[in-house]
């Protein structure tokens, strides 16, 4: 058995905006080594545990340098990426080889109500983000991602808005999820307790690893995919059309249409990368 751990920080246990990584930074990465701590020896303690060859940590926020690798100690089977730019962004070196996938401290997407910055992708660059006319956010384009590799997301951690996101009926509405937090604004949060929360986290790590695969229903989208951005402004458009293949539908909207989805998946990040680069 191999499994993935995509890790984000705003949905973490105790963070509550990006002020707050820039003035206590190291507040943030305590807090999310610590959750991500936890899940590993409730994984490691699991009657399971004996049949896991390799756990793959992304650390997936910002420039993936928020995990220490001190982390890969809890076990040998531990690996932990991290920098970047890197390829497949939030599921780097990711295949058809893994048998589940934990989604951590995850967020709303871009205009959620009461959502704890909330954001898909870039706060700075991106508005929306669809995919065959349906609004995303990162965890449903990367459980998509997943399910193009037939891999189930077994487990997601984040804020209520998030969970009213996936819980939608044609979103991931059987996923096991520990809500972490409820958003009090868009830059402030109700975190819950650290206790209430490592309780629920220990016993939806159980029921994740107790069920079979098979029976994890995929997360994907038909073909032909359709993906629809609109950026912030229409500078950021400009050099987005830079790109072969992406049709431009106003000033700040544009669409790449492809029949494989893994396709998909890796020119997003490269046209939001794109759209980095526009003079404003």
């Known amino acids: 058995m191999k499994l993935y751990l995509s890790i984000d920080m705003e949905g973490m246990p105790g963070t509550y905006n990006w002020d707050q990584e820039k003035t ?3 507040t943030v990465k305590s807090l999310m080594s610590a959750h991500v701590e936890l899940v590993l020896k409730e994984i490691l303690q699991h009657p399971k545990a004996s049949a896991i060859e390799e756990i793959v ?7 993936g340098d928020n995990l220490g690798f001190e982390i890969t100690a809890l076990d040998k089977s531990i690996c932990l990426i991290s920098g970047g730019p890197r390829p497949r962004y939030m599921l780097p070196d990711f295949d058809a080889e893994y048998d589940r996938v934990f989604l ?6 871009t205009g959620a109500l009461m959502g704890n910055m909330d954001h898909t992708y870039s706060n ?3 508005h929306k983000i669809f995919i065959n006319d349906k609004a995303m956010n990162e965890a449903l384009i990367n459980a998509a991602y997943a399910g193009y590799h037939k891999v189930p997301v077994a487990l997601v951690t984040g804020d209520e808005a998030l969970r009213k996101e996936l819980f939608r009926e044609d979103a991931m509405p059987w996923l096991d999820y520990v809500s972490t937090k ?7 949060a109700k975190n819950y307790s650290s206790l209430r929360v490592d309780l629920q986290i220990k016993n939806a790590v159980e029921r994740a690893l107790n069920k079979d695969r098979q029976a994890i229903p995929l997360y994907s989208f038909s073909a032909p995919v359709k993906l629809n951005i ?20 106003d000033g700040r909207n544009i669409e790449f249409v492809e029949d494989n989805y893994g396709i998909v998946f890796e020119a997003l990040m490269a046209l939001v990368t794109l759209a980095s680069t526009a003079s404003m």
């Open 57 to 63: 940590i992304a650390d997936s926020h910002a420039g």
């Open 124 to 126: 700075s660059r991106v």
């Open 230 to 249: 609109e950026f912030h402004s229409t500078a950021m458009t400009d050099v987005a059309c830079l790109m072969p293949y992406v049709k431009r539908l």
């Open 104 to 109: 951590l401290g995850y967020h709303s997407g």
């Open 182 to 188: 409820r958003a009090v604004a868009k830059f402030a």
């Open 24 to 26: 206590d930074r190291a």
